[in-house]
């Protein structure tokens, strides 16, 4: 069965430091999510995107995250200056469509420690 | 938010059936209900969805009570390795798929 990859599977960074982090999502797939889990809590959506643009955002997606498509296959979370706070799984997604009778396929995550 | 509400945790023994419910009872009409599973710390897995029939698939039953409010997750013969959080999502329709993860239900498949 097709899946979502995702690397590294770990990463460590300095706080103030950039990190980005990377999916290669299902290939005929249009629409990209990311999400994160902090140890212990619930999954939680960041951002959804969808023909080089960004569809849907939480909260938690701030100015000092960005996603982008550069190429045909990848695509990747930005966090700009990361904090404490950031450490957490972060797990990618892609749907072939949009619709609501659809289901998402997750990567198996990027567990990025900051310290 | 999700809105949907689940028991914390069950047990099952391995080789029975697991029945996980599920409350939706703020569900509308036109709102499907998604299963999906995560299995410590790996990515969250699709089960199975609905909207008004019950649906059968390789992984599982979906059973959907008529007035829609609640479901029912079988797994036919539980193993060992469906040991995992089981979350039900009310559909979030935001106009876009997002999947909204609650606290799900702990099952743990006991030998």
């Known amino acids: 069965e097709p899946e979502v990859t995702q690397t590294p599977s770990h990463q460590v960074t300095q706080m103030g430091q950039e990190v980005i982090l990377r999916c290669v999502p299902i290939?005929?797939?249009?629409?990209f999510y990311w999400y994160r889990q902090i140890l212990g809590q619930k999954v939680e959506f960041l951002v959804s995107?969808?023909?080089?643009?960004?569809?849907?955002k939480s909260e938690i997606f701030d100015d000092q995250f960005s996603v982008e498509r550069p190429d045909g296959s990848n695509f990747t979370l930005k966090i700009r200056s990361t904090k404490l706070e950031d450490s957490a799984m972060y797990f990618c997604?892609?749907?072939?469509?949009?619709?609501?009778?659809?289901?998402?396929?997750f990567g198996s995550g990027t567990q990025l420690s900051v310290l | 938010d999700a809105k949907t509400t689940q028991p914390p945790s069950m047990d099952c023994a391995e080789g029975r059936a697991a029945n996980l419910p599920c409350n939706h009872s703020?569900?509308?009409?036109?709102?499907?209900v998604y299963w999906y599973r995560q299995i410590h710390s790996q990515g969250p897995q699709y089960i199975i969805h609905?909207?008004?029939n019950n649906e059968t698939n390789e992984m599982a039953s979906l059973i959907i009570t008529e007035d829609r409010k609640s479901s029912t997750l079988i797994l036919p013969h539980a193993t060992l390795r469906d040991t995992a959080v089981y979350y039900c999502?009310?559909?979030?329709?935001?106009?876009?798929?997002?999947?909204?993860f609650g606290t799900g239900t702990k099952l743990q498949v006991i030998p």
């Open positions: 997604a892609s749907s072939e469509w949009g619709d609501r009778n659809e289901k998402l396929f």
């Open positions: 290939s005929n797939h249009l629409y």
């Open positions: 995107f969808y023909n080089n643009e960004i569809s849907e």
């Open positions: 703020t569900i509308s009409g036109n709102e499907y």
């Open positions: 609905g909207l008004k």
């Open positions: 999502i009310d559909e979030n329709s935001g106009g876009y798929q997002k999947v909204t």
